[in-house]
């Protein structure tokens, strides 16, 4: 389960933005994972629960937005649905993904004093 | 505390960050994709599922290529130096990476493992990930191309029920076709059918460390793919 590998490279990211914050207190945090990121949302939330304690996001609370996955056209956008062969019949073009592989921590909710 | 009026709130400060959490991975993995572009070595990440063939591929890579292609591989397991001693076996020269617990390799430990090689007596370098269908597509290891080995026993539908890997992939390896034969219930075509509809420039080759189908194929598709050393000033 890499969730917790994850979980330890977020954990590593914030440290970093408090580094510029000094004796800020992290509240919350926010998450964007993909569809097709190969992290699993459930899995992500209990990897943080488990090892939070300890660390600089102990009292943070972990916001996750997921992203679905998005199938375009290369060359004329139009979006392909999910499960359908990956290539735009009219343009005979494949397939590029327009969003849903992210794994980014987009917000830091920090407590200053 | 709040610096406008002294009541004693906190200030909450929200901060954009917009970065990836993997970065530090992505970074080392840059550095080793540099080196080995650098050095002209045609570095391929090969997953797939534990028993999917991998190490059979590389065994029969290398019977086949013989001197044509200077072959080097990082086995990773959980546990075991079986395959890397498989590998050696067959000529290949091996390092095993064990994780322990961990379910993929990162570039961190490829890295680790690369100072191991003189990379200029390589002409590719395969990184035989942990066996596991999920876990490595999320890790960039600095990999020129990701090859996924899904053998036919694995089932039609074996992509559709795990996309990530296929969409990233540049290439699949359908393994043990030589058993095809003792599988009714397995079509090429649908197979075939399903990996279109998860990655969206399928190249397939049919392949079997056994009877040989399809070594020559892959060989080829590795020599297309080699770079061009960097000229040394």
């Given at each position: 389960m890499h969730e917790y590998s994850v979980i330890q490279s977020l954990v590593d990211s914030?440290?970093?933005?408090?580094?510029?914050?000094?004796?800020?207190a992290v509240k919350r945090l926010r998450?964007?994972?993909?569809?097709?990121?190969?992290?699993?949302?459930?899995?992500?939330?209990?990897?943080?629960e488990v090892f939070r304690g300890g660390t600089i996001c102990e009292g943070a609370l972990l916001e996750i937005v997921p992203v679905r996955a998005r199938w375009t056209c290369k060359n004329c956008?139009?979006?392909?649905?999910?499960?359908?062969?990956?290539?735009?019949?009219?343009?005979?073009?494949?397939?590029?993904?327009?969003?849903g592989d992210e794994i980014i921590l987009d917000q830091v909710e920090l407590e200053v004093q | 505390m709040c610096q406008d009026c002294g009541c004693g709130d906190v200030n909450i400060v929200p901060v954009d960050v917009h970065e990836k959490i993997l970065a530090k991975n992505d970074s080392v993995a840059a550095h080793n994709r540099s080196h080995l572009r650098g050095a002209g070595v045609l570095c391929v990440n090969l997953m797939g599922s534990p028993g999917a063939g991998k190490t059979a591929v590389l065994e029969?890579?290398?019977r086949a290529a013989s001197s044509a292609l200077a072959i080097g591989a990082i086995a990773g397991d959980l546990a075991t130096d079986n395959d890397a001693r498989r590998l050696k076996a067959a000529g290949i020269e091996a390092m095993p990476v064990n994780t322990g617990s961990m379910c993929h390799l990162d570039a961190d430990?490829?890295?680790?493992a690369l100072h191991h090689f003189d990379l200029k007596d390589l002409d590719l370098l395969v990184i035989e990930n942990v066996g596991n269908l999920v876990c490595p597509a999320v890790y960039d290891l600095?990999?020129?191309?990701?090859?996924v080995a899904l053998a036919v026993t694995e089932g039609e539908d074996k992509p559709l029920k795990y996309p990530t890997m296929f969409a990233k992939a540049d290439l699949v390896?359908?393994?043990?076709?030589d058993l095809l034969p003792h599988l009714?219930?397995?079509?090429?075509?649908?197979?075939?059918?399903?990996?279109?509809?998860?990655?969206?420039?399928?190249?397939?080759?049919?392949?079997?460390a056994n009877d040989g189908t399809g070594v020559e194929l892959w060989l080829d598709w590795l020599q297309a793919n080699r770079p061009v050393a960097e000229v040394l000033v």
């Open positions: 914030v440290e970093a933005q408090v580094a510029q914050h000094p004796g800020a998450v964007s994972i993909g569809e097709l990121s190969g992290v699993d949302t459930t899995l992500l939330a209990s990897a943080y956008g139009r979006e392909i649905p999910k499960g359908e062969v990956l290539r735009c019949q009219p343009c005979d073009a494949e397939a590029k993904l327009a969003g | 029969a890579t290398a430990l490829v890295h680790r600095g990999q020129a191309l990701n090859v390896l359908l393994t043990k076709t009714p219930n397995v079509r090429l075509e649908a197979v075939h059918d399903a990996i279109s509809r998860v990655m969206p420039r399928p190249r397939i080759i049919q392949f079997s």
